[in-house]
């Protein structure tokens, strides 16, 4: 019998998250949706699980070395090696830079990039190790490609996220690893969102299930034509 396929989901909050784990639950793939609490994570993870897949939640900092590596020993255990890893974390804070604290600087850059880094090294290293591939997709922003004012602490770890997704492609994609970074060029539409708001169709802001399906092709793309980066926005969307 063919071995059931294994999604991670890092940063697996309201909104874009909660759509990753439903797209690759309907793919029938078991789905691990980790993020610093999973409160709200159990009901989703039951939403994501199916005869003969399942859907957990697991609780996990990030930023923290010691719990990313714990997070993957326990989805191997549970739910079999990683066929997909997704790092959907952020952390935000608009402010003036004369206003901005260093440990507030330092939270955001941890959450946008450092653990980027962690997350995509634990990838890496158990997808190399199981000698079966698989792929690794970064979730940038606008602020992946221009510091706006009063954006640095998102910008500066968007900046950095992008980077290593391309290191990482480099080196990992000749080894069987496809590594995707995906700009996320305007707002995503709130789960409570009403179809109607701002538009005839409600396509004015980017429906968080409609990400999700370019993430699973992202996810599903021959060896021979993998995408490092992908920009998605709606199509009122200036830039």
């Not at 974390?89 to 850059?109: D, K």
């Not at 997704?165 to 990992?172: F, I, K, P, V």
Request: hydrophobic share 45%.
């Amino acid at each position: 019998m063919e071995q059931r396929k294994v999604a991670v989901i890092v940063g697996a909050g309201p909104g874009l998250g909660c759509a990753l784990g439903r797209r690759f639950g309907k793919a029938e793939m078991h789905v691990a949706l980790a993020a610093r609490s999973t409160e709200r994570l159990e009901s989703l993870a039951v939403e994501c699980s199916g005869i003969g897949h399942a859907g957990r939640a697991y609780a996990c900092d990030a930023t923290d070395e010691r719990a990313v590596e714990d997070l993957f020993v326990r989805v191997r255990a549970d739910l079999g090696e990683p066929d997909v890893v997704i790092y959907n974390a952020g952390a935000f804070v608009p402010r003036g830079i004369l206003e901005t604290s260093a440990e507030e600087f330092e939270r955001c850059w941890r959450v946008g990039c450092f653990g980027g880094f962690l997350v995509g090294r634990a990838a890496a290293r158990t997808m190399a190790d199981s000698g079966r591939g698989g792929t690794i997709i970064f979730t940038g922003a606008t602020a992946s490609l221009r510091g706006s004012a009063r954006f640095h602490n998102l910008a500066v770890g968007k900046f950095g996220l992008r980077a290593l997704a391309q290191s990482m492609a480099r080196e990992l994609q000749p080894k069987g690893i496809h590594v995707a970074h995906v700009v996320i060029d305007g707002h995503i539409r709130p789960q409570a969102a009403v179809e109607q708001i701002g538009g005839e169709q409600g396509d004015d802001m980017l429906d968080p299930a409609a990400i999700a399906e370019a993430y699973y092709q992202l996810y599903t793309q021959p060896r021979s034509a993998w995408t490092l980066e992908m920009d998605l926005r709606p199509w009122v969307e200036k830039f």
